[in-house]
């Protein structure tokens, strides 16, 4: 089954109940993200909004569960892998002889199936072409209240290398400035900024061509972490069984999908100025600040005569941007194993992670240091040299059972021995790192015991703090040491001129034995019994090499991460530092409001409500002084 775009893949939704159509007029600015937030997180369905104050109908939340994902990729994980470890064994294994070199053709013949097509004439895409290219005419989405203005979130960004003609597709957000002009939001290690950089290099304008809707899995390929050297469209072509037909765009020579809903062609000026861009409330949780990027003009937006407009939000998590982290997850797993790092058996990025903070990963551990030497490949494999956290287990550790993965990892844990601090490149969104798209890493070896179930551990059990340093301590949580995890967990105030290396060794010596292994120092604002939250706040609010540092104390060793917000007066930081991403007190009440009106269902109280905890005074940049 392939979709002949976004009103082929509504159908299919409509016809298995997963879909829901939303009549009333909802306002682009804030409204309907505050609406898709709230159905997000509960698990709900797509959504359809038919009365956008446009031509245009939005569908967003497309992708939004497992059970789309497999909607949109015409099968499930384990299907795919295995067929994509097929594939690797058929290209890979030795063939002596004529006739089995023979026998070969038919592979051969199948994966040319996958490889895109040029069309001659124009395509759906283009039967609708307007006159004058006018961005105000589209139902752009304003997500959160101290966003920079509205952004398109799912358009799929077309460019190609001027030297190798190879082409790159990627998703870089793009915020709309006027009718005819956006920002390009490609990152630093993305395909098209090193295409711009050449381009730059050359003197040349470089044309670029804006893909919104199609076939849904033009999307999921679009943030697909694939070699720069294979084309996007191949990875479509496998995944739906038939080969992807593009056609010229009419401005500029770029090759498009013939299916897509629209098409936004024009071009980027290397010599010209950059431009401000942002903020945007991001995938990370946080506010990404204001900066630089490339201006993109566009010189002519067609669309088809059914054209239906995709977006998506993102913001804490978990969004919709999750099953595309699981699918990727699932599915690039074999590829990993079969070419990079065989030991390898299981990885499992956690949604609270945000794709790149956290990787946790099963291995068949054989030798001494081989978990650690896993953690360093891994730390080299294309995308993943963003991580920032990895943990590595046994092979036969259940990577989503969060709680046994303590029991037992933690059990002979050594933090003297077992962790390795590293640096390298980071995601441009890290708003912890010391320097801008560089930071420490942390990588933790827990391999080193049989995993068994555990019920309690003796001597570990829920141990007050003896000691509050003069009232710096506002809340306490060492239950989950009567879980037999051995994990302390600190709400702390940092006042001027506060060390928190001092602290934390005063700390630990003032707790009864036995210690724990892991101390996490968090904000005095944060709920400390929200173990997601706190996750994902560690992950955020980290760089390992400047928050993450080993106590020995009474012949134990204890690890400690310093996961508060950073400032000048405590901690020399002098970067921005972002605030987190919720919803306007005024939107809540609009939306809140609106629902009885909207026919989703029962109602759902705003996500933002749980977080507003977390936010200082100011906007998309939190105050340094609190």
Not at 423 to 432: C, E, I, M, R
Not at 442 to 464: A, F, H, R, W, Y
């Amino acid at each position: 089954m392939t979709y002949s775009g976004l009103q082929s893949y509504i159908r299919t939704l409509d016809s298995v109940g997963d879909l829901c159509r939303i009549k009333a007029a909802v306002s682009l600015v804030l409204e309907i993200a505050e609406i898709t937030d709230r159905v997000v997180k509960a698990g709900g369905p797509a959504l359809l909004f038919e009365n956008t104050g446009t031509e245009f109908p939005l569908l967003i939340n497309a992708f939004g569960s497992d059970e789309r994902m497999k909607l949109v990729l015409r099968r499930d994980y384990p299907e795919i892998a295995l067929e994509i470890q097929q594939i690797f064994k058929s290209l890979t294994m030795p063939r002596p002889g004529l006739y089995n070199k023979v026998k070969m053709l038919p592979e051969l013949r199948r994966l040319g199936g996958f490889m895109p097509v040029k069309k001659t004439g124009r395509g759906m895409c283009q039967q609708v072409v307007m006159p004058s290219p006018d961005l105000s005419k589209l139902p752009v989405l304003t997500c959160w209240p101290h966003d920079g203005g509205p952004f398109i979130t799912l358009p799929l960004v077309h460019t190609v290398d001027p030297v190798t003609n190879i082409r790159n597709t990627g998703m870089y957000r793009m915020q709309v400035f006027d009718k005819t002009t956006t920002g390009m939001h490609w990152h630093l290690h993305k395909g098209s900024a090193a295409h711009f950089r050449e381009y730059k290099r050359l003197g040349k304008k470089m044309p670029v061509s804006v893909v919104l809707g199609g076939d849904p899995v033009y999307t999921y390929v679009a943030t697909a972490p694939l070699p720069e050297q294979v084309d996007e469209y191949i990875l479509a072509g496998f995944l739906r069984s038939k080969k992807v037909e593009l056609v010229k765009c009419l401005t500029n020579d770029l090759y498009i999908p013939s299916d897509a809903d629209f098409v936004i062609e024009g071009f980027v000026d290397p010599e010209e100025e950059m431009v401000l861009e942002g903020p945007f409330g991001d995938h990370t949780g946080f506010y990404s600040l204001a900066d630089y990027y490339p201006r993109f003009h566009v010189t002519c937006i067609s669309h088809r005569t059914d054209a239906v407009y995709p977006a998506t939000i993102v913001g804490t998590p978990p969004q919709e941007d999750a099953f595309f982290g699981k699918a990727t997850e699932r599915i690039f797993l074999t590829p990993i194993k079969l070419t990079m790092i065989p030991e390898v058996v299981d990885m499992h990025l956690p949604a609270e992670g945000v794709f790149h903070n956290l990787a946790l990963v099963s291995v068949k551990n054989e030798y001494p240091g081989q978990a650690k030497k896993v953690i360093s490949a891994l730390w080299g494999a294309g995308q993943m040299m963003l991580n920032k956290v990895c943990v590595v287990f046994n092979e036969n550790a259940t990577l989503t059972n969060y709680k046994e993965l303590l029991q037992n990892g933690l059990r002979n844990f050594d933090p003297a021995s077992d962790i390795i601090l590293s640096s390298g490149p980071a995601d441009v969104l890290d708003h912890a790192a010391r320097k801008f798209a560089y930071s420490g890493k942390l990588g933790i070896d827990l391999t080193c015991i049989e995993v068994e179930q555990i019920d309690n551990q003796d001597g570990l059990k829920s141990m007050p703090i003896l000691i509050s340093r003069d009232g710096v301590i506002i809340k306490q949580n060492f239950d989950l040491q009567n879980e037999g995890i051995p994990v302390g967990l600190l709400g702390i105030e940092k006042p001027d001129g506060f060390n928190v290396r001092d602290f934390a060794d005063a700390i630990s010596g003032e707790l009864v034995p036995p210690l724990p292994k892991l101390l996490v120092l968090f904000d005095q604002n944060v709920d400390v019994s929200n173990y997601s939250l706190l996750v994902w706040l560690a992950g955020n609010n980290i760089d390992p090499n400047r928050d993450v540092w080993v106590i020995h104390q009474r012949g134990s060793a204890v690890l400690v991460i310093d996961a508060t917000r950073k400032v000048i007066s405590a901690d020399g930081f002098v970067r921005d530092w972002p605030n987190v991403v919720v919803s306007s007190e005024e939107t809540i009440q609009k939306v809140d409001a609106l629902w009885a009106g909207l026919d989703i269902g029962e109602f759902i109280n705003s996500p933002s409500l749980g977080l507003k905890g977390l936010i200082t005074c100011g906007g998309a940049v939190s105050p340094d002084e609190l």
